[in-house]
């Protein structure tokens, strides 16, 4: 598997790695000209197509190719009612810390996390008052006593329309209400039978108090989420549950949470059944697998239980997928079992019945979200990211040792030097090539300086035209990762080119 045992990529640094980042062009501070807004990213050519690679990648993997979970594409804003039904009105809150003194001001969580080494996640503001008064925490600026402030909502609120007809409205911080919210709609016009799934792919929006390690908390981001929506006495019922139910996840239980030095262990897919349901299991597992299979290596990837006191106010359980990154492990996606909660919430906030009719039990359900996977694209973008930078000592360039499916370029196209002849064939293979692939070409500056320009960038392969070229109409096709290279004829160029990406054929 590509990136797997390499040494170093965990002394970059996550600030390295920003500027990395805006160098090459993959990621920029959103109007950094006029000295930015913090928590908003623009991406650039590179960082453009990665994120679309690893998006399209994982929609494949996950919806494209299931018949029984469908897309929809819902709107950015969306009206006070969905969010007061949804709780996120009330409950969608975090806490500031003020310094009485210098007015420093903190998020709570982290500062309490960070003093005291507790999950902070989900503390009310008695128990965030109490747990300041019992440490005697204070200002680690200037030592002086905290205030805790009045809770602070997450939502980006506007309005719609104008003058009196103007009417309160919210940029969604999650993609899940648009799916709640659209649930009878779907089931009206689709032939949906339970079990199914509907997912979505877009933007949210979270007014974050402190923002921090780059792409990892923005305000602005997207997500990928499915709602798996089950008969509520059937939440175990997983046709095929058997063929996975013995594959290995690495996992951090909530009894190891509680130990001194909480280690994952592996465990059998079943036994996130038995914490969760199978339905969650079964879909937690398909998301790791997808991790593995595009470079992440099993050292690096673990789920996490949640603990009973950081659940959201809707989940029954939820299980994290952390990546380990250069400043700990983070959750790069989440899994939760919301139950009935938002279908019953909009049934009685919108007064419309939200049900289907299963034909089995010959009755009318309230259904239950058995599993949601939520999959945070800038998350997941950053750990790709970590997982393959390398800076090469033998080569003096840095190398990104991307899953050549999600690599931004598949190809670099070079003539050797600038001769007329061979730029003539190297622009033909560079045509040919980027009609179906992101090819870059590129005939500047010595060969070693193109092929460090390529890996920096993660392009899996370069195809070198040389003289030999002209007599035997064959080129250079030289490996990222081992510098291997093979020559092969012009025209057959077209046919290895798939299975390289695809992995099918090795350069040796
Ligand atoms: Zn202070």
């Known amino acids: 598997m590509v990136g797997n045992n390499r040494k170093g990529k965990n002394d970059v640094t996550i600030e390295e790695m920003a500027a990395f980042c805006k160098k090459k062009g993959f990621v920029f501070p959103t109007a950094e000209i006029y000295s930015g807004l913090a928590g908003f990213f623009d991406f650039g050519p590179p960082g453009m197509i990665l994120k679309k690679n690893i998006k399209e990648a994982f929609w494949e993997h996950m919806v494209r190719k299931r018949s029984n979970i469908l897309g929809i594409d819902g709107s950015l804003i969306s009206p006070f009612k969905v969010w007061k039904a949804s709780g996120h009105v009330d409950n969608f809150v975090d806490h500031l810390i003020v310094c009485e003194k210098c007015k420093l001001q903190m998020k709570a969580e982290e500062f309490i996390e960070d003093a005291l080494n507790i999950d902070a996640d989900g503390l009310t503001d008695d128990e965030i008052e109490k747990i300041v008064k019992e440490n005697d925490l204070r200002c680690p600026k200037c030592n002086s006593e905290l205030h805790i402030e009045k809770p602070l909502n997450l939502m980006f609120s506007t309005s719609v329309g104008s003058g009196k007809d103007a009417v309160k409205a919210y940029l969604r911080p999650e993609t899940a209400q648009s799916i709640f919210i659209n649930f009878k709609n779907i089931v009206e016009s689709q032939r949906v039978k339970l079990p199914f799934g509907i997912a979505q792919q877009g933007k949210a929006f979270r007014n974050e ?242 092929y460090a320009r390529q890996d920096e960038l993660g392009t899996p392969f370069c195809i070198t035209v040389d003289f030999d070229s002209l007599k035997d109409e064959s080129v250079t096709i030289r490996d990222r990762d081992t510098k291997n290279q093979i020559r092969v004829k012009i025209s057959e160029i077209n046919e290895i080119a798939n299975d390289l990406i695809e992995g099918k054929r090795r350069i040796s």
């Open 209 to 450: 108090i402190s923002p921090r390690n780059f792409l990892f908390r923005t305000r602005e981001f997207e997500q990928i989420e499915i709602e798996f929506f089950v008969h509520p006495e059937k939440v175990d019922d997983v046709a095929g549950f058997n063929e996975i139910e013995d594959q290995e996840i690495n996992l951090l239980t909530r009894e190891e949470q509680a130990k001194e030095n909480p280690k994952e262990i592996k465990v059998p897919v079943k036994e996130i059944a038995s914490r969760g349901n199978k339905w969650q299991a079964y879909f937690v597992y398909l998301s790791y697998v997808w991790f593995l299979n595009h470079g992440i290596s099993r050292d690096h990837l673990r789920v996490r239980e949640h603990l009973k006191e950081e659940l959201a106010h809707y989940a029954k359980s939820c299980f994290d997928i952390e990546y380990k990154f250069p400043f700990g492990w983070k959750e790069i996606m989440g899994n939760a079992d919301r139950g009935q909660y938002d279908l019953k919430q909009h049934a009685k906030e919108s007064k419309e019945k939200l049900e289907i009719y299963d034909e089995e039990s010959k009755t009318k359900v309230i259904p239950y979200v058995a599993s949601e996977p939520s999959f945070g694209v800038e998350r997941a973008f950053l750990a790709f990211l970590f997982e393959a930078f390398e800076y090469d000592e033998e080569r003096e360039n840095n190398v990104l040792h991307f899953n050549p499916k999600l690599a931004p370029y598949k190809f670099g196209v070079f003539p050797l030097i600038k001769d007329e002849k061979l730029i003539k064939i190297a622009k033909e293979i560079f045509n040919n090539l980027n009609e179906r692939y992101n090819t870059e070409y590129d005939e500047s500056g010595t060969i070693g300086r193109r």
